[in-house]
Structures are given as structure tokens and as C-alpha cells.
Nanobody
Framework: QVQLVESGGGSVQAGGSLRLSCAASGRTFSSYAMGWFRQAPGKEREFVATINWSGGRTYYVDSVKGRFTISRDNAKNTMYLQMNSLKPEDTAVYYC??????????????????WGQGTQVTVSS
């Protein structure tokens, strides 16, 4: 059974940092695109960051560029999202996902076929 499990969420003050992890089990995802999405209360799920199979190519939504860093460790079947200089508008449930039909990067949620259960990130002002 394929599972993606996020961890590392929590509550921080504005300007603080958190590191999210996404551990995959059940199969190896080292050949596939992976990404992070988030959903704030009352809003649609939005793309945050994506990384290609090797980790050599990344792409971010404009609102997090320069503050967030996506990375992966294929040997550990794990993906990360380092979040610095957090803002209250970053408050959301963060989801990791795998797009098993793609090796590059992907910003579209419909292209992802495996999803984690989400981890809450709350940033207070």
C-alpha cells in the first residue's frame, strides 16, 4: 500500500521557520516528480513547489520564492520543504504529492496521483 506521510508542521510566529518532511512508503518514488500544495481555510488548494526526479530542477509559486526551498533524498524516499521567513498568509494545511507519470516538474494538482494526509502550518503575527 502506497503511503505519503507529512510531518514537521506546527505553530510559529511570523519570521520563523519550519521544515516539512514527506516520507513515502510502499513503493519507490525516486523516478517521479514530487510537489507540495497547500490549502487555507475557505480557499482552494494551491501549488507551492515542485521538484523533478533527480532534485536538479525546482519551481515555486511566486509568493514563496526566496523563502521556501524544496529538496528530496531519493535514498530515503523522502521530500522536504524548508520554510523560512514565514508569514501569516502561509497558514494552511500542507500536502505532499507524487506525479507518477512525470519525471520533470509539475504545478498542476490533477497531474498528481498520490497524496499525503496533510500537516497544519499556522503562522501568527
Amino acid at each position: 500500500q502506497v503511503q505519503l506521510v507529512e510531518s514537521g508542521g506546527g505553530s510559529v510566529q511570523a519570521g520563523g521557520s519550519l521544515r516539512l518532511s514527506c516520507a513515502a512508503s510502499g513503493r519507490t518514488f525516486s523516478s517521479y516528480a514530487m510537489g507540495w500544495f497547500r490549502q487555507a481555510p475557505g480557499k482552494e488548494r494551491e501549488f507551492v513547489a515542485t521538484i523533478n526526479w533527480s532534485g536538479g530542477r525546482t519551481y515555486y509559486v511566486d509568493s514563496v520564492k526566496g523563502r521556501f526551498t524544496i529538496s528530496r533524498d531519493n535514498a530515503k524516499n523522502t521530500m522536504y520543504l524548508q520554510m523560512n521567513s514565514l508569514k501569516p498568509e502561509d497558514t494552511a494545511v500542507y500536502y505532499c504529492a507524487v506525479a507518477s507519470k512525470y519525471t520533470g516538474t509539475s504545478t498542476r494538482a490533477v497531474e498528481y496521483d498520490y497524496w499525503g494526509q496533510g500537516t497544519q502550518v499556522t503562522v501568527s503575527s
